[in-house]
């Protein structure tokens, strides 16, 4: 079964609109973490914003905020104000394995959401 | 502060040659990951070390593939010899682990094209 999935493959949203990212994930892990990232088409991997399983409240980076709802595992990605720059593939990961002391695995992504924003 | 570096950004090679990649992650970083995304595969884990040792390789396609990290501010990932289905864009990734502290960071990428 698939760890992460992103049901959106592509979004138009017109420009200064908000957009919501679709995430959902599967873990048995009680401690993980979610990350959302951004790709533009000049390829690089940027870091958006970062959800922990314990945190209390949803996590917000500027425009960014993260939809966490436990019980739903979902991680949905709220960017309020879309800008033209804010077209991108976008990309929601889990890292499992976050106990203090132990060890940690990499990121598993989902297949991305492709976001354009119209003028 | 530098982020994680990778060279070369662009390498075209022919199939049958040895192609070697090569990370120096973020300073202080204890996780060092190799990354692979295609366009059929997406983003796929390779392998990943903490403290300069090897944990999970799990995801190394076969034995063409290798990865070495010598020392804390260095890794590499070789491929020997070269196919064309090896065509992707090889990310190298690092990353404390903290507690919260342990967003992963990464690389620019190095775009591998096997003719």
């Known amino acids: 079964a698939q760890k992460i999935t992103q049901t959106q493959p592509g979004m138009f949203v017109q420009e200064k609109e908000a957009v919501t990212l679709d995430c959902t994930y599967d873990?048995?892990?009680?401690?993980?973490?979610l990350f959302w990232y951004k790709q533009p088409s000049s390829g690089e991997m940027i870091f958006l914003i970062y959800?922990?399983?314990?945190?209390?409240q949803n996590a917000t980076e500027g425009r960014y905020s993260l939809n966490f709802q436990k019980a739903r595992k979902s991680a949905n990605l709220v960017i309020s104000a879309s800008q033209l720059g804010d077209s991108a593939m976008y990309f929601c990961?889990?890292?499992?394995?976050?106990?203090?002391?132990?060890?940690?695995?990499?990121?598993?992504f989902g297949k991305g959401t492709h976001l354009i924003i119209q003028p | 502060d530098a982020g994680v570096i990778q060279s070369p950004r662009h390498e075209v090679t022919e199939m049958g040659q040895e192609v070697t990649l090569r990370c120096k992650p973020i300073?202080?970083?204890?996780?060092l990951f190799w990354y692979r995304q295609t366009m059929m595969r997406g983003l796929e884990l390779l392998i990943y070390?903490?403290?300069?040792?090897?944990?999970?390789d799990s995801g190394m396609p076969e034995d063409r593939f290798s990865a070495k990290m010598p020392n804390a501010s260095f890794s590499t990932l070789k491929i020997q010899p070269s196919e064309p289905r090896d065509s992707a864009v090889y990310f190298c990734?690092?990353?404390?682990?903290?507690?919260?502290?342990?967003?992963?960071?990464f690389g620019e990428g190095s775009w591998l094209t096997v003719v």
């Open positions: 990961a889990m890292r499992e394995g976050q106990r203090s002391g132990g060890g940690a695995d990499g990121l598993t």
């Open positions: 873990t048995s892990d009680p401690s993980y973490g």
């Open positions: 300073s202080g970083h204890d996780y």
């Open positions: 959800q922990g399983s314990y945190d209390q």
């Open positions: 990734a690092s990353s404390l682990f903290r507690g919260a502290r342990n967003t992963i960071y």
């Open positions: 070390f903490n403290n300069n040792v090897p944990i999970d």
